[in-house]
T-cell receptor, first 112, second 114 residues
């Protein structure tokens, strides 16, 4: 059974810092991995999607890496801003269905 | 990008009543829609997968008679929480997409059962 774990559960950094969020999964036979952003009481916004054959994806100040063999993914946020404050979720798709297995999330606070 | 419209955003109801949550795909046809539940400080847990024109597939531990899912068209899926109780209070969210590659999520429904 696939399990997804995110560390840390919460993170507080001053504005401008670069930071890394971690995601690990137990079954390396994944289809793809996505990173989402969730604002309080709101839905999810997809940030980056990495296919199983890819090593990383970049979008603006965000960079996500994937190491399938070790069951790990990282989300790197450069030059953090207060507007980046949110909960970040990683989710793994193990088969060719749309079913996603989510981690518990990392709640990020960027202080001005 | 594709949009999934979910209503209502929040609902407060009395214990024993039923609540219906709607998810509409506005600019694509969603053959499959996924329904998740999120308790405070916890992650999203898949409840069921709804397929247009057929019965939904429920995850282990989710009562199909309590959480009724209807996916009668390619643009509308509904989740009805029947005889809601306080322990059903949660954040419910749907997702769908044109393909399995990228899914789009609704804005979620916060249900509070008194």
């Amino acid at each position: 059974k696939q399990e997804v774990t995110q560390i840390p559960a919460a993170l507080s950094v001053p504005e401008g810092e670069n930071l890394v969020l971690n995601c690990s999964f137990t079954d390396s036979a994944i289809y793809n991995l996505q990173w989402f952003r969730q604002d309080p009481g709101k839905g999810l916004t997809s940030l980056l999607l990495i296919q199983s054959s890819q090593r990383e994806q970049t979008s603006g100040r965000l960079n996500a890496s994937l190491d399938k063999s070790s069951g790990r993914s990282t989300l790197y946020i450069a030059a953090s801003q207060p507007g980046d404050s949110a909960t970040y979720l990683c989710a793994v798709k193990s088969g060719n269905t749309g079913k996603l297995i989510f981690g518990q999330g990392t709640t990020l606070q960027v202080k001005p | 990008g594709a949009v999934v419209s979910q209503h209502p955003s929040w609902v407060i109801c009395k214990s024993g009543t039923s609540v219906k949550i709607e998810c509409r795909s506005l600019d694509f046809q969603a053959t499959t829609m996924f329904w998740y539940r999120q308790f405070p400080k916890q992650s999203l847990m898949l409840m069921a997968t709804s397929n247009e024109g057929s019965k939904a597939t429920y995850e282990q531990g989710v009562e199909k008679d309590k959480f009724l899912i209807n996916h009668a068209s390619l643009t509308l899926s509904t989740l009805t929480v029947t005889s809601a109780h306080p322990e059903d209070s949660s954040f419910y969210i749907c997702s769908g997409g044109e393909s399995d590659e990228k899914l789009f999520f609704g804005s979620g429904t916060q249900l509070s059962v008194l």
